[in-house]
């Protein structure tokens, strides 16, 4: 299998910001992957994926709610009308005579006008707006960066299964090849029959174990799909190659761990940015709220409803507004107390954070370094254990070795390739382990 495009994209060099991300409509279908390379596979799940459609959609949210809260800002106006008809006038006694107050015919009509002065909400709204959004983008950066690192890690796994197939395929060729000289052998009288049920049993054991990792690799490319937000029921054939992955494994284990370049330091940087303004707002709210309020009001009376809008008796007023609780039972000193110490509580989640990147780091630079280590060794296994099996197999056919020790050599064989391909893909998804402990794999 061919890998279409170079494996240096496999890494880091895969990871950027996609640009004019959009919103998909849940029913469009996304086209399909022919052959699917790494960069391929992240770059689908990064359009497609629910997770972060999700995301984006709550970013809109976002911005609309702040929209939504801004617009108290703004002048309110408004109109109301009302039409009244009193079946029995109101009557009250005046210099000892009853005297009707009002008539059988009322209608209104008033315009008010209203406009915030001072309003922490509203102020606080306004000053938060841009960490608000920078919020939700972040969050949708945090599930960007988790899809690639596990879209990545399953399309290694699916690739570690697909190669133990391939191997597999390749011994039951030999192993054939193997039987039908052990069976000629056999028939020539220069074997005996143990050598054919040999050959037999390894053919038999080598199949089983290839139809075995086939059904395993359909529950991988399925979980790949569910990882991608691909049609689980079409095709996804990945495409990979070899031997750019092997000349993509190695990574500079100096680097310094710069936590300021994770993303979830930048969340809490941002989260802390907030809470300084809720405890602002706080402080605020031994302030007064002010406004400026106004109405213009249409009165229209008359005994007769035919001439009810024939009279207008207009009144207009504009005031201001100020509201100041002067004791709400020590629930302000409260509110504030609870915000400051918020902040401080988010000072210990970035600390906490710089040792737990610091922890990932070595973690995952220990786990790298194990992996080559071991990869570098079962590379070397497989060109003994090729040698050795091409050795034994020229013997075993001029009768200086038995048919045991051939299929010792091929087991030793099998096993060593299937190691180096698991090795090689552990190394790899090490590798991305490292790279996101250093900050390096993010869509801020």
């Given amino acids: 299998m061919r890998l279409a495009i170079g494996s240096a994209c496999l890494l880091l060099n895969c990871f950027h910001p996609l640009l004019g991300q959009t919103i998909q409509e849940p029913a469009n279908q996304a086209p399909l992957l022919e052959q699917a390379t790494l960069q391929q596979v992240v770059e689908y799940a990064i359009k497609n994926q629910p997770v972060i459609q999700q995301s984006l959609i709550d970013e809109r949210i976002t911005e609309n709610q702040i929209r939504s809260r801004l617009a108290d800002w703004y002048p309110q106006i408004n109109f109301n009308y009302n039409l009244q008809h009193n079946f029995i006038v109101q009557t009250s006694i005046i210099a000892g005579n009853p005297v009707k107050l009002g008539v059988s015919n009322i209608s209104a009509a008033q315009f008010t006008l209203s406009q915030q002065i001072f309003n922490r909400d509203v102020l606080l709204a306004n000053q938060t707006k841009r960490d608000v959004l920078l919020a939700a983008s972040q969050n949708t950066a945090a599930n960007k960066t988790d899809i690639a690192v596990n879209v990545s890690k399953a399309f290694y796994d699916v690739i570690a299964t697909t190669q133990q197939i391939d191997v597999a ?12 000289d052990a069976e000629n052998q056999y028939k020539a009288g220069v074997a005996d029959k143990i050598d054919f049920k040999r050959a037999t049993i390894s053919l038999n054991n080598t199949r089983a174990s290839k139809k075995g990792n086939e059904e395993i690799l359909k529950g991988k490319v399925q979980y ?6 691909y049609p689980a029921e079409q095709e996804l054939k990945v495409s990979f190659d070899t031997l750019q992955m092997e000349r993509e494994i190695l990574l500079d284990t100096l680097q310094n761990v710069d936590f300021t370049s994770r993303v979830e330091y930048q969340i809490l940087s941002t989260q802390r940015k907030l809470q300084e303004a809720n405890i602002q ?3 605020w709210s031994y302030l007064p ?6 109405a213009y009001n249409l009165n229209f009376q008359n005994n007769q409803f035919t001439e009810l809008y024939n009279k207008n008796y207009p009144n207009s007023f504009g005031l201001v507004t100020l509201s100041l609780p002067l004791y709400q039972g020590g629930k302000r000193k409260a509110n504030l107390q609870s915000a400051e ?11 906490g954070l710089q040792n737990n990147v610091n922890s990932e780091y070595a973690a995952a630079l220990a786990n790298y370094k194990g992996y080559l280590t071991n990869l570098l060794a079962q590379k070397e296994n497989v060109d003994l254990a090729r040698e050795v099996y091409d050795v034994i197999q020229l013997q075993y056919k001029s009768g200086i070795k038995t048919y045991l020790e051939v299929v010792t050599s091929e087991t030793d064989l099998r096993l060593a390739r299937i190691n180096y391909y698991n ?3 552990q190394v790899l998804a090490s590798k991305i382990d490292v790279q996101r402990a250093l900050g390096q794999i993010n869509y801020l």
Avoid: H
């Fill in 169 to 180: 395929a390749e011994d039951i060729v030999r192993l054939e090849r193997s039987l039908r």
């Fill in 224 to 229: 790949l799909k569910a990882l991608m937000g």
């Fill in 281 to 283: 707002y706080n402080k």
């Fill in 289 to 294: 709220n002010i406004s400026l309020n106004g």
């Fill in 341 to 351: 110490w918020s902040l401080k509580r988010l000072d210990w989640d970035i600390k």
């Fill in 423 to 425: 090795a090689l893909y």
